[in-house]
């Protein structure tokens, strides 16, 4: 603390090259700015701005599978809801269980604004032939800061219906825009429309909503797949959302009650589980809050099903669910096979005959 | 608004500068800086712009009063009544809650009940930065150093100016006068220039590393603070000694640059800090516009370093003390500021005894520890916290770890890659910035890197304070 301290400005010393470095940092600035953000435009990944002159790689599935369940000609009696966790679930599958028309309708980071919106937007459809909904009650789903998602405000479909419309985050149209997630996703599009046979798709969704990854699928087939690389590492990354202190939100909750509300007026049967993970998840310490969140979860569906708004399944392995740790993409992500065997258990428990695909 | 966001950058900065140069006077200039900046300001919170309306009015009109004063008596009932109002302020939005809370704790361990009602009130952002910049002014104008303002537009500007208003540098009216004075009638391309780096480093230093190291480093870790093994508890100690330094030097260095562009000079407010050989020496390079602030307005007031030893003891802890709770109202602020008085007062006992270490490396490494030690106090949500950390640290108890996998390791290197450029490299003030068209290509490419992480928002630090 001595008094001999002073004040002292940046130093400014003025070169010839001054003016040019000045014009260059502009026309660099801008004009890289305006190609990245013209090739985001241009490839919408996210289907932010609905040009989609290249097919979008991160798939814009809420829309796509409202499209793809409006343009169907069967209707379907028994859809799934959910997270990205319960895309793998094969349709075909609970057709041969439920002996009924099924459609997966679970999206990436589904969360319960959505699936009221998707329950909404069944409704409104002349053709509503719907009698279960199989709901994947993902815990993570119910959590965080209510309101309806970047994904859901943006749907041009799904958004009509989602609930409490404009009270969640409004996320900047320049963030569609101007950020690396989106900007990458722009370089993946248009190196697939260059390269077609440069790389297999990470996601493809058949009309039945059923998604499958054919990249991985290939590297299963040709014994290329490093599974438990892929399964440790990505649970690490998972771990992280688990952060201590993480609680299921009422305000979400409450979206579940009118969720179980509106089909039990429209005589739709529920039936919950909360889709399995990869045992390692369970047994990482870092994923703090997984264990409280998921015994919160299972206590809000038995009590959802005391007062007869639904069925739940346990699917932990203390009730016996036959849980495959290597039938994992990775820590949350189950394979197709594992699929069939929730699907099972779901439906015929251990005893019962799995389904026929 | 946030100097790291869409908005700033691509919208208000360039509409700012572009006003600011094309207005023809310098009264029409001033004018719409201030109301630029208010607007800045409310991007946050509109309702604490009148707040910041009354504040500077008052000390602008006891400025002028204290000025006029004919007799001593007046110009010291002026000055106490404008403190008693400045620091009211701060009372009543920063600091009552947890002083009734600490009374409350107080009385219930003595056995009653008192429960004083809260107020609840949201702090605004930056007032203990503006009203430090307003005390200085009317102290200055008390001890005849400094002649009042010109004009109240001109003391709005200087109170208001976006590029300090939330966090820094704290500026002296002192410091300002002239340029206000002497406005340039338009823009000089080396300010520009130097403007543009030290906006595009201190964005970088942020965005590219404090934001990257807090994300998959330091919060991670910290959440589950009790729970560390002793490797992890230093982990992420010495992470967040990472993080502070480039988040708020990095804002310091933002700051000095828009400052350039628009064609001022703010002080400097970090000068390689964790190079520093004592704890002292730490001090007149980190936060360098608050450490004066205090030396000239509060330690050199209570005596200073005149007296004895004991007395520059008392003089250094109750300094240090208040500027850990300038920081924040919390006892983890307020250990802080008395640890680091501590630390001046013992490496000054030190010193009288000829006992600090010969050797640079080995005083350097001392210093950075001490100062590690006192960031886990400050970033510590309780003082609870902050003793199981340190205890974590010094093995004297041990939790039982496992969180490293929750790391990343992108946040592993760049803190790595960080701590080099810290005592390896020169700072971004004596940097010689290279002028070159490839140069200005670079910079204008790491700075659209940047803003292509501005998705996810990410204030300052010393937002907060």
């Given at each position: 603390m001595s008094a001999d301290s002073v004040h002292r400005h940046r130093t400014v010393e003025s070169a010839p090259g001054d003016r040019a470095f000045l014009a260059t940092f502009v026309a660099t600035f801008a004009g890289l700015a305006a190609l990245l953000a013209g090739l985001v435009w241009i490839t919408d990944p996210t289907a932010a701005f609905g040009t989609a002159v290249l097919p979008p790689v991160v798939s814009a599935d809420r829309d796509y599978k409202a499209s793809l369940y409006r343009d169907g000609t069967a209707r379907p009696q028994?859809?799934?809801?959910?997270?990205?966790?319960?895309?793998?679930?094969?349709?075909?599958?609970?057709?041969?269980?439920?002996?009924?028309?099924?459609?997966?309708?679970?999206?990436?980071?589904?969360?319960?604004?959505?699936?009221?919106?998707?329950?909404?937007?069944?409704?409104?459809?002349p053709g509503f032939a719907?009698?279960?909904?199989?709901?994947?009650?993902?815990?993570?789903?119910?959590?965080?800061?209510?309101?309806?998602?970047?994904?859901?405000?943006?749907?041009?479909?799904?958004?009509?219906?989602?609930?409490?419309?404009?009270?969640?985050?409004?996320?900047?149209?320049?963030?569609?825009?101007?950020s690396l997630e989106s900007v990458a996703a722009s370089f993946r599009s248009l190196r697939r429309h260059l390269l077609p046979a440069a790389e297999l798709p990470q996601e493809a969704i058949a009309s039945d909503g059923w998604q499958t990854h054919p990249k991985w699928d290939a590297e299963i087939a040709a014994g290329e797949f490093i599974q438990p690389v892929r399964v440790s590492e990505s649970v690490v990354s998972v771990s992280r959302r688990y952060r201590p202190g993480l609680r299921l939100s009422a305000e979400r909750l409450e979206l579940l009650e009118e969720l179980l509300q509106e089909a039990r007026r429209a005589g739709v049967a529920v039936t919950a589980f909360i889709p399995p993970v990869h045992p390692d998840l369970e047994g990482n310490r870092a994923a703090e809050s997984l264990p409280s969140l998921t015994a919160d979860m299972e206590a809000v569906l038995r009590d959802a099903e005391r007062r007869g708004l639904l069925r739940f399944v346990e699917t932990s392995e203390?009730?016996?669910?036959?849980?495959?740790?290597?039938?994992?993409?990775?820590?949350?992500?189950?394979?197709?096979?594992?699929?069939?065997?929730?699907?099972?258990?779901?439906?015929?428990?251990?005893e019962g005959a799995g389904c026929a695909v | 608004m946030l100097f790291n966001s869409y908005g700033f950058v691509l919208a208000f900065l360039p509409l700012?500068?572009?006003?600011?140069?094309?207005?023809?006077?310098?009264?029409?200039?001033?004018?719409?800086?201030?109301?630029?900046?208010?607007?800045?300001?409310?991007?946050?919170?509109?309702?604490?712009?009148?707040?910041?309306?009354v504040s500077t009015s008052a000390d602008y009109f006891a400025g002028r009063l204290i000025a006029d004063a004919r007799s001593e008596a007046r110009r010291k009932t002026v000055l106490v009544l404008l403190l008693a109002f400045n620091l009211g302020l701060l009372a009543v939005f920063k600091y009552y809650d947890f002083f009734v809370t600490s009374l409350d704790g107080v009385g219930r361990m003595l056995g009653f009940d008192p429960s004083w009602p809260l107020l609840g009130l949201i702090l605004p952002v930056g007032i203990s930065f503006y009203t430090f910049n307003s005390i200085s002014y009317t102290i200055d104008i008390y001890r005849r150093r400094l002649e009042p303002a010109r004009s109240f537009l001109e003391f709005s500007t200087f109170v208001a100016m976006f590029p300090h208003l939330v966090a820094g540098p704290i500026v002296r009216y002192a410091d300002m006068a002239d340029q206000f004075e002497r406005l340039a009638p338009k823009?000089?391309?080396?300010?520009?220039?130097?403007?543009?780096?030290?906006?595009?480093?201190?964005?970088?230093?942020?965005?590219?590393?404090?934001?990257?190291?807090?994300?998959?480093?330091?919060?991670?870790?910290?959440?589950?603070?009790?729970?560390?093994?002793?490797?992890?508890?230093?982990?992420?100690?010495?992470?967040?000694?990472?993080?502070?330094?480039?988040?708020?030097?990095?804002?310091?260095?933002?700051?000095?640059?828009?400052?350039?562009?628009?064609?001022?000079?703010?002080p400097q407010n970090f000068d390689s800090p964790y190079k520093s050989a004592n704890i002292g020496e730490f001090w007149r390079r980190w936060h360098m516009s608050l450490s004066f602030w205090i030396r000239d307005y509060l330690f050199i007031p209570l005596g200073g370093s005149r007296g004895s030893a004991l007395l520059v003891t008392r003089n250094l802890i109750l300094t240090m003390l208040l500027?850990?709770?300038?920081?924040?109202?919390?006892?983890?602020?307020?250990?802080?500021?008395?640890?680091?008085?501590?630390?001046?007062?013992?490496?000054?006992?030190?010193?009288?005894?000829?006992?600090?270490?010969?050797?640079?490396?080995?005083?350097?490494?001392?210093?950075?520890?001490?100062?590690?030690?006192?960031?886990?106090?400050?970033?510590?949500?309780?003082?609870?916290?902050?003793?199981?950390?340190?205890?974590?640290?010094?093995?004297?108890?041990?939790?039982?770890?496992?969180?490293?996998?929750?790391?990343?390791?992108?946040?592993?290197?760049?803190?790595?890659?960080?701590?080099?450029?810290?005592?390896?490299?020169?700072?971004?003030?004596?940097?010689?910035?290279?002028?070159?068209?490839?140069?200005?290509?670079?910079?204008?490419?790491?700075?659209?890197?940047?803003?292509?992480?501005?998705?996810?928002?990410?204030?300052?630090?010393?937002?907060?304070?």
């Open positions: 028994v859809v799934v809801l959910g997270s990205s966790r319960v895309k793998t679930l094969r349709p075909a599958c609970i057709a041969s269980l439920a002996e009924a028309p099924a459609f997966n309708f679970g999206v990436n980071a589904g969360v319960a604004e959505d699936y009221l919106a998707i329950f909404r937007f069944l409704r409104s459809d719907v009698r279960e909904i199989l709901l994947g009650a993902d815990p993570e789903a119910f959590t965080g800061e209510p309101g309806a998602g970047r994904a859901l405000e943006t749907s041009r479909i799904l958004g009509a219906y989602a609930p409490r419309a404009g009270t969640g985050p409004q996320a900047s149209r320049a963030a569609d825009l101007f203390g009730a016996g669910y036959p849980n495959d740790p290597g039938l994992y993409y990775d820590a949350v992500h189950m394979m197709p096979e594992n699929g069939d065997r929730l699907l099972t258990w779901v439906y015929r428990g251990t | 700012v500068l572009l006003g600011w140069w094309a207005l023809p006077t310098p009264r029409l200039r001033l004018g719409f800086l201030t109301a630029a900046s208010y607007f800045f300001y409310a991007w946050w919170d509109l309702r604490f712009v009148p707040l910041m309306i823009p000089r391309a080396d300010e520009w220039v130097v403007g543009l780096w030290m906006f595009g480093l201190g964005m970088a230093k942020k965005v590219l590393i404090a934001d990257v190291v807090a994300r998959g480093l330091v919060d991670p870790l910290w959440a589950s603070a009790p729970a560390l093994d002793t490797a992890e508890a230093w982990i992420a100690a010495a992470g967040y000694t990472v993080q502070i330094y480039f988040d708020f030097s990095g804002y310091s260095d933002m700051a000095v640059g828009l400052a350039l562009l628009l064609g001022f000079r703010f500027g850990g709770l300038w920081h924040g109202a919390g006892w983890t602020f307020a250990l802080w500021g008395l640890y680091h008085g501590g630390l001046l007062a013992g490496h000054a006992a030190l010193s009288r005894r000829g006992l600090v270490p010969s050797s640079r490396v080995l005083a350097t490494a001392a210093t950075v520890l001490a100062v590690m030690i006192g960031w886990v106090l400050f970033r510590s949500a309780s003082p609870g916290e902050a003793f199981a950390l340190l205890g974590t640290m010094s093995g004297m108890r041990a939790g039982e770890g496992g969180y490293l996998s929750m790391v990343s390791g992108e946040a592993a290197i760049t803190a790595l890659l960080a701590a080099v450029l810290v005592f390896a490299a020169p700072n971004t003030w004596e940097l010689r910035f290279p002028r070159t068209r490839l140069a200005a290509a670079a910079l204008a490419a790491l700075l659209v890197l940047c803003v292509l992480r501005f998705a996810e928002p990410s204030p300052f630090i010393y937002f907060q304070f």
